[in-house]
């Protein structure tokens, strides 16, 4: 749980449009705030120590070289304005007919995703950081932040998805295959659409590493809980130079769990049916620690401005997909984040 001063300051930061971040690390309830190249790690007394760590971010499809590092003075090219049209229920069933003929074609996979919109109130500066520290307490094993800057306006998330944790010293990695959906305690069996997303994944992650020279073994099928949902997770290890980080990024980045395979088709598929902007969706996120190199898909978020919101959630998109299953797939996965944010939408 954050304090009430860690809060505030949220609150405040976003109210002076400051560039800032705060994260929180899975399994961990010690905020790292992130400001003017500067973190600190606070505990609830206020600051208690600087780290020589940086906040990173890099926004779909960008390149690890091309990432924003926050309190720096370069900028992302992209300016994200918040979107307000949100994806209806039928023209997502729509386009995910179309996703799903466009996949039997090549035996493929696409991650089609949708955004969900919102008006919010004048004071809504007021209410980020509750919002934010109860998003943290409900899913403690995630990749947790809130984050500002002019350009990119607020983004607010838990990610599951690990992306790469990489060893400095050892150049021991690990990665995950995080794909394939369900609603929690719904059977006890995975079935044979999730299974194959997974797969999928796996393999394609397995294959890229093996093209950079890395040998790399996926661990057998495991139940990864979020919220309501739970998720078919397969890590992966593996040992690389430090040279190779950048190389293994932008090998896996964005896996098929954000993109699809092949993944020239899926991001074609992408920008043919989505309406909207991915912006940060889909990127990675990162905390670039002494000796570690930690980095994580950015899903399960939110972006957010002075007066209106967009939720993005998503689902692979198979041969075998059933395109209202689909959709309330996304119902699913967003419904934390659309039960959080009623707290500063405007009534209508």
Known sequence: ?????????????????????????????????????????????????????????????????EREIIGNTHNLSLE????????????????VTEVIKSCRGRNGKTVYSRIICGDITENATEYWGEIADRLFCR???????????????????????????????????HTVAFAGT??????????????????????????????????AIPSELSTVDYGSIEHLCSHINGTAGMASLSKIIDAINPTPALCGFPKLS?????????????????GFLAVNEDRRYKAFVNLRCVHFDDTKYSIYGGGGIMPESIPYSEFEETEAKTSFLRELLEKVSVKI
Not at 12 to 26: D, E, G, S, W, Y
Not at 142 to 171: C, N, Q, V
């Open 80 to 95: 994200m304005n918040v979107q307000c049209r949100s994806t209806s229920k039928n023209e997502y069933i729509e386009g």
């Open 139 to 173: 899913f403690p094993m995630t990749f947790r932040y809130i984050f500002y800057t002019p350009h990119t306006k607020g983004w607010m998330g838990a990610t599951p998805e690990l992306l790469i944790d990489f060893d400095k010293d050892s150049g021991q990695f």
């Open 1 to 65: 749980m954050l304090s009430h001063a860690t809060i505030k300051h949220i609150n405040i930061a976003i109210k002076q449009r400051r560039t800032f971040a705060l994260v929180l690390m899975p399994c961990n309830e010690t905020p790292l705030w992130f400001e003017k190249g500067l973190c600190h790690s606070i505990s609830p007394d206020g600051p208690i120590s600087d780290k020589q760590y940086s906040f990173e971010i890099s926004p779909w499809l960008g390149k690890f070289n």
């Open 266 to 282: 899926a991001i074609k598929d992408i920008h043919k049916y989505e309406a909207h902007n991915r912006y940060c969706y889909g």
């Open 182 to 215: 369900r609603k929690n305690g719904d059977e006890v069996q995975w079935d044979a659409k999730n299974i194959h997303e997974n797969r999928v994944v796996s393999d394609y992650i397995v294959s890229k590493l093996n093209e950079l020279g890395i040998i």
